[in-house]
């Protein structure tokens, strides 16, 4: 069956703190994997990864894939209190998205 | 302009009721879904749609009925509402099935 596990579930730093976010998955038809993140409200676009190896960045953030591994990471550099949100990982299967249960991640000042 | 919206925001009514939520998306997307996240924030896909065609409906009590006028709406009602039926409903929409996909901001619905 199709899943993805992130991990860890939370995770409290401090401002300028750099984190690591993880997504392991198990597909049969990799598409492609999403990073989301949300806030208050809705889940917002952050990245989509379809190769191995191949750094996205914006800003701050960045993430990578591992299609041998089965798994992605996304990094925060200098953190700051508004990258307090759920971080969602979500898998592509040409059909359909599974989401993982998130990343809470809490910046303290 | 908002590119996925839905209504309403928030909504409380009592067990036992009947209620709909809409949703509109106006980026030309093709495909539209429905997710249930729950307290501990697991988006969970119930329905999805690709040219107003049913593509994907998951293990949903069957009090759950979605309907697709058109590409760019799609409605979910809600028959007979129980206590575990609250939950943030979120209408997604992306391009095709299994492209990036565009939440609107959810409807908050609580069954008291």
């Known amino acids: 069956e199709d899943k993805v596990v992130q991990s860890p579930l939370s995770l409290v730093v401090h401002e300028g703190d750099t984190v690591t976010l993880n997504c392991s998955y198990e597909v049969t038809n990799f598409r492609s994997l999403l990073w989301y993140k949300q806030e208050k409200k809705a889940p917002t676009f952050l990245f989509m990864l379809t190769s191995s190896g191949i750094e996205k960045k914006s800003g701050r953030l960045s993430s990578i894939l591992d299609k041998k591994e089965l798994f992605s990471i996304l990094n925060i550099t200098a953190t700051q209190t508004g990258d307090s949100a759920v971080y969602l990982c979500?898998?592509?299967?040409?059909?359909?998205?599974?989401f993982g249960s998130g990343t809470k991640l809490n910046v303290k000042p | 302009d908002t590119a996925v919206s839905q209504t309403p925001k928030y909504l409380v009514t009592q067990m036992g009721n009947d209620k709909s939520i809409k949703c509109e998306q106006n980026l030309g997307h093709d495909t539209m879904y429905w997710y249930k996240q729950d307290s501990k924030k697991f988006l969970k896909i119930m329905f999805s749609y690709n040219n107003k065609e049913l593509i994907i409906n998951e293990t949903v009590p069957n009090r759950f009925s979605p309907k697709s006028p058109d590409k760019a709406h799609l409605n979910l009602h809600i028959n007979s509402l129980e206590l575990g039926d609250s939950a943030v409903y979120f209408c997604a929409s992306s391009q095709t099935p299994g492209n990036t996909i565009y939440f609107g901001e959810g409807s908050w619905l609580t069954v008291v």
């Open positions: 979500a898998l592509s299967n040409f059909n359909k998205f599974y």
